[in-house]
């Protein structure tokens, strides 16, 4: 729980993006296969709308189906990297921040569309990933920053990046949406400007659940290697960007996918590309820019995994230095520190909680805020203090698509901040989970131990090595924090054996909380 697209990487969630008006059967209406009399209306009223639709592509110079205006396009953009900046804390070092936002500007001016509102940023995630939204805006991850070993490799994902808004993809994804929607019958209804997108607009994040073909991310790729090119960077290093997300996720547990259905090549395939126009250009790379040095100095101290600054779980509680504040986990239940809130759900997938921060200025005005929402039935509140801590809660019931939901919503009032926990089961559960719920409402508690709240993260840490050594020797002398096989890719290191000169940069990592966080 922090205080607080595209996708190169990471396959997001498959989610319907853009939905449009359906204007069903109506009482006094006549439908539309009532009458032929109306149909030809509707064709040429939909053909109409399909020939003024079309856009000449930026990158390809050709025809596009598109139902979004640059305008609209940028508009959504900013609104979706407005919320992500809200809902994503951004990595708090400046300097990386301008040296990330230097590279991609310099990227973009030379692209097909330079004069979109460009902005580059870090994000403070763990997980590698890079993800554009339309119309200018890229984020990339600190956890995909740890894993690379190169300035090249940085703009290389950058560019990709920059291909994805360039060549218009989430805008050709939208417009496929909204014809999809448009071919559902004649009683659709073409809305212009942004209204066929209102959800969407509404949730600048739903850009991110945005999903682009096979051929997309293959022409992002080119235009990344071409973009990278253009500005002197050795493509070579692209490859290799590919292979340590290959053993990243193999690393993790993830097991391979067949290709076809995969929302991104495979990895291998990624490689061979490259390869491929590499051999087409003999004896790139020779002369041109790696800037390794500095990188690894850009990313010197960066933390590395999770930041146990923004909460991390120790022996069934979960802490919150920053915040000072703890509670306690239901034993078994699977649980998840998401960027707004802490939730949990109970092994039989029946019952689950979540604790987030409440926007209200006292536990009083946030339960009235909760109890006004629509659909929902609430009991007297009962003002109590938890552990010292004044607090208020209430049962409720709320109807859902399941069914009916009763639960406990609690309000505390800590250190100037108001709490939100909502603890909910099905109603024919709620009696047998009620003591685990009062359990977690009660464990709420000031945090005070200093091992708490001193906690750091670890930290990348960039070293030089003092003579030559095989990066097993490497290892060893290091004392790193993580294990072999991670320090292994995080410094891109294929042979274990082979003797490393003297003078080389390596990362490891140094620092970081136990207990499971």
Partial sequence: MGKGACDMTKKWPAKEACRTRLLGNRP???????????????????????????????????????????????????????????????????????????????????????DLPWSFAVVDDPVPNAFALPGGPVFVTRGLLTLMDSEAELVSVL????????????????SRAQLAQLGLGLGTIFVPEVRPYGELASSGLSLLLLKYGRDAERQADTLGFKYAQSQGYDTREMADVFAALQQSAELAGQSAIPNWMASHPAPQERIEAVQRRLAEQSGHGLDSTVGRADFLGQIDGLAYGENPRQGFFREGVFYHPELRFRFQLPEGWQRQNLAQAVVGLSPQQNAAFQFSLATAPSAEQAFRQFASQQGLQVGRPDATEVNGIPAMSAVFQAQTQQ????????????????????????IDSFDSYRPTFEAIIESFAAVDDPDILEVQPATVEIVELPRAMSFNEFVRWSDSTINADQLALINQIQSRSDIIPAGTLLKQVKGGVGGGA
């Fill in 28 to 114: 006094g209406r006549k439908s539309a296969g009532a009458t032929g009399v109306r149909t030809m209306p509707c064709l040429l009223i939909l053909l109409a709308g399909l020939l003024g639709a079309c856009a000449v592509n930026p990158v390809t110079g050709e025809r596009q189906l598109a139902f979004i205006s640059e305008s609209q396009e940028i508009a959504l953009g900013q609104q979706g990297a407005a919320e992500v900046r809200q809902s994503m804390a951004l990595v708090q070092d400046q300097a990386l921040q301008d040296y990330v936002e230097r590279l991609g500007l310099k990227l973009a001016a030379a692209s097909e569309r330079p």
């Fill in 159 to 174: 560019g990709h990046e920059i291909g994805h808004i360039t060549a218009r993809h989430s805008v050709a994804q939208m």
């Fill in 403 to 426: 069914g009916i939901t009763t639960g406990i919503a609690t309000f505390y009032e800590l250190e100037q901040r108001v709490y939100q926990l909502v603890t909910y089961a099905r």
